[in-house]
């Protein structure tokens, strides 16, 4: 057989391993019942139902019908940028608070495309900040700082 869609092939093994990953991990907690879940109830399924997609991506990636994708040249800038983001947001965080904290790491993030624009990532950080805010801080309460500290009284 012949991989005609590289990247359906790597998503596919990539999604496998992940959810093996969770699936054998998972198996370490108490799994519990449908109806009083354990620990390791949530992650078990769930590792078995990425299992079972990454499977089912891997075995497309082997169809006639399946569009011929070779997988592009790895961009390791564009991956230390996005960790970088990501990095940054856990570091700025509790000193700058949560507001500045989103909006930086959206505007890093979003940096590193192609199709970047100053509107269009403003737009995706003013709604990325009240849709977290709403379900983190309104929804969930879970308490950190929402401003940095110096304008906090």
């Known amino acids: 057989m012949k991989i005609r869609n590289q990247r359906d092939f790597g998503a596919g093994i990539m999604y496998m391993v992940i959810g093996i990953f969770f699936t ?5 907690y108490q799994m519990g019942t449908a109806a009083k879940m354990g620990p390791g109830y949530f992650p078990f399924y769930l590792g078995l139902l990425m299992t079972l997609l ?16 070779k997988i592009p040249k790895f961009n390791w800038r564009i991956i230390a940028q996005i960790t970088g983001a990501v990095v940054l947001y ?6 700058l608070g949560f507001l500045v904290a989103v909006i930086v790491l959206v505007f890093v993030s979003a940096s590193a495309s ?32 929402l401003l940095p500290a110096f304008l906090q009284q």
């Open 54 to 69: 990454g499977l089912l991506v891997l075995v497309k990636s082997f169809s006639a019908k399946a569009a011929i994708e």
């Open 90 to 95: 856990g570091l700025l965080l509790p000193r």
């Open 24 to 28: 054998f991990v998972a198996t370490g």
């Open 114 to 145: 192609k199709e970047f624009t100053w509107k269009g990532t403003a737009i995706n950080a003013a709604f990325l900040v009240a849709f977290t805010y709403s379900v983190f801080v309104l929804g969930l309460k879970l308490q950190f700082p």
